[in-house]
């Protein structure tokens, strides 16, 4: 049964440049969340979605970055034109329907580096 | 708001020697507290999830214990495999389904 999957692992990008990020959820779990972890600090909550929903962005910055689940294929973390404070890690976690945060598993993470 | 504060940062021990680390939070309705390792370069590698005070939870040398304000990591005579970062997280009634991290201790054991 395989984990929260992430990839890519490592991404590099240029000041300017769109970053993709895809996770696909552990089989079964229809839910997902983004986090992303800043140098130093804390794991930081960004977007809460279902199967073609945004249920909370609250954490998401509001200009340049995005979210989708669609109903079918992997989650995408979007970030368009990247600045260098962009760069992190950023963490999927995935869920069932009726367990939802409180047992969720991380992906291994897709570490962002803007240069 | 929502907000935890772990310490100490870092803590470096000896093989064999027990420690706790601390999770002190404020929260608007606990919902449950959680805790985390996170090894270099990995995602965090869920643990414990405590629910209300006086609970208590145990895997290996690891043991969690909660209070209304405050929950301890306690590590009985740890092996250098235990060497991570630790992470404690809240989820409270206001925060939906978003998790609230600390920034974690980092804890190194030496042989």
């Known amino acids: 049964n395989a984990g929260v999957m992430q990839n890519p692992r490592h991404l590099v990008r240029r000041r300017g440049q769109e970053a993709r990020l895809r996770c696909s959820p552990m089989?079964?779990?229809?839910?997902v969340y983004w986090y992303r972890q800043l140098p130093e600090e804390g794991l930081k909550f960004m977007v809460y979605l279902q199967k073609e929903n945004i249920i909370d962005e609250s954490g998401m910055p509001k200009e340049r970055f995005s979210a989708e689940f669609p109903k079918e294929g992997p989650s995408i973390l979007r970030i368009q034109q990247v600045v260098r404070g962009d760069s992190a890690a950023y963490f999927c976690a995935s869920s069932r329907p009726n367990r939802a945060i409180t047992e969720a598993f991380f992906g291994q993470g897709t570490r962002l580096t803007v240069v | 708001e929502d907000q935890v504060t772990q310490s100490p940062e870092a803590l470096r021990l000896q093989e064999g020697e027990s420690s706790s680390l601390n999770c002190s939070y404020t929260?608007?309705?606990?919902?449950?507290l959680f805790w985390y390792r996170q090894d270099p370069g990995k995602g965090p590698e869920f643990l414990f999830t405590l629910y209300s005070a006086g609970e208590e939870k145990e895997k290996e040398r690891l043991k969690a214990t909660l209070t209304k304000k405050e929950s301890f990591l306690h590590i009985t005579a740890p092996k250098p495999e235990d060497s991570a970062t630790y992470l404690c997280a809240v989820l409270g009634i206001q925060g939906a389904q978003k998790l609230v991290f600390g920034q974690g201790t980092r804890l190194t054991i030496n042989p």
């Open positions: 929260v608007s309705g606990l919902r449950g």
């Open positions: 089989k079964g779990h229809s839910h």
